[in-house]
Nanobody, 119 residues
Framework: QVQLVESGGGLVQAGGSLRLSCAASRNIFSIDVMGWYRQAPGKQRELVASITSGGSTNYVDSVKGRFTISRDNAKNAVDLQMSSLKPEDTSVYYC?????????????WGQGTQVTVSS
């Protein structure tokens, strides 16, 4: 089991920055992939960025060059640094953790944190 708690959301003007943090309840060395998803009203949840236990990262095209995902192993946390924010980045952002592979794969979610970007 993994409990995830997000923090750092809020209201920011377009062009501004926010840093989201996701604290895990256990050592993240044991978590294969951690990531951030977002879901706007009336839209499907989409992957924003992910990072593997080996440090490989992946980003959705719309945030490349603006967002950076990182793992803080000492704090058992994954952060998402968001810069040059746009109104279309407004969403509820969810932290995700995946352990195991294939049949043994399990996904865990945080409760979500609201990010609102005003124009």
């Amino acid at each position: 089991q993994v409990q995830l708690v997000e923090s750092g959301g809020g209201l920011v003007q377009a062009g501004g920055s926010l840093r989201l943090s996701c604290a895990a309840s256990r050592n993240i060395f044991s978590i294969d992939v951690m990531g951030w998803y977002r879901q706007a009203p009336g839209k499907q949840r989409e992957l924003v960025a992910s990072i593997t236990s080996g440090g490989s990262t992946n980003y959705v095209d719309s945030v490349k060059g603006r967002f950076t995902i990182s793992r803080d192993n000492a704090k058992n946390a994954v952060d998402l640094q968001m810069s040059s924010l746009k109104p279309e980045d407004t969403s509820v952002y969810y932290c995700n953790a995946v352990t195991g592979t294939g049949f043994w794969s399990r996904a865990y979610w945080g409760q979500g944190t609201q990010v609102t970007v005003s124009s």
